[in-house]
């Protein structure tokens, strides 16, 4: 049991930005030793979903929906576990305090990912047509050009979501984010088969009435007429359907980088092509070179062989 103040002055209605900062932050300034550190969580990670809404407001479904799209931008498990478990402590907190009357730390359900056992998923050439068909008969209407287009170029999925017209050049055929990951710009170089795909965006949206101007988002929601939030829900749906629910929308980046490999590209090439600031991030591929290695080995024994034989 614990004991719960009960402010005179909460507010029925006070939103994620005023408890965090008006009451939580204060606190844990003087409390914890890193304080700040949660400042700059909470600023990164929870106030753009949460902070203008409601404590009351806050349900399954929207933690749910915030907790996969951080699996779509790559976070390790780990990592969005932690969120997980800062965004409650915050909302156990308020409840303590008087700031809620529903105790949501509890009812909200939301399933924290498995770590320690997870490995890079590179998929096989069956399984890549097997999630191409699944994602061709799905009915959202980007999930398959969305999915082939992350599998030609090796992008982010976040990448792709704010991806605008203006910054694809089809005759040079770069496509160039503004600010990547890494916190600068980048290019991402389309072969002919992806700059197709994305060609093929552009002729559907003509289709659906949706903007290719070049203040346009690549990937506009029909319905709600700006980007995509999200694929995370269509693409379940077909993971599921093909029995391919270990894999996630952030291997088609591994399994680009795992086909340049396998296709003699050096690690330097391909530390580029995925935009990594230093080649020590591309390094988790190197493994993937072993047996190519051992292939150069007899180059040498070629080479030599002839003295002596």
Known sequence: MFWRKKPEDAAIAVTMDDFFFQQYLPNTLVTKKRGSEDRLTYSKHIAGPFGKLCLNDITSRK???WRNKQIEKGLKNST???????????????????????QLHVKIDVRKLPIGNYTQKFLSDTEIRRLLTGCKQSPHPYLYLAIKALLLTGARVGELRNARWSDIDAQKRIWTVPVSKSGRSREIFLSTESLDTLMEVRRKSIRLGTSDLPEGYVFTNPRTRTKYDSFYAAWYKV???E????????????????ILINNEVSIYEVQRLLGHSNVTMTQRYAHLLRGKLHEKTELVSKAIEAPWS
């Open 239 to 241: 993971v599921r359907a």
């Open 80 to 102: 969005i576990n932690k969120h997980i478990d800062f965004l409650m402590n915050i909302i156990k907190l308020a409840y303590v305090w008087g700031y809620l009357e529903d």
């Open 243 to 258: 029995g391919l629910e270990d894999v996630r929308i952030h291997d088609l980046r591994h399994t680009y980088a795992s």
């Open 63 to 65: 933690v749910n929906d």
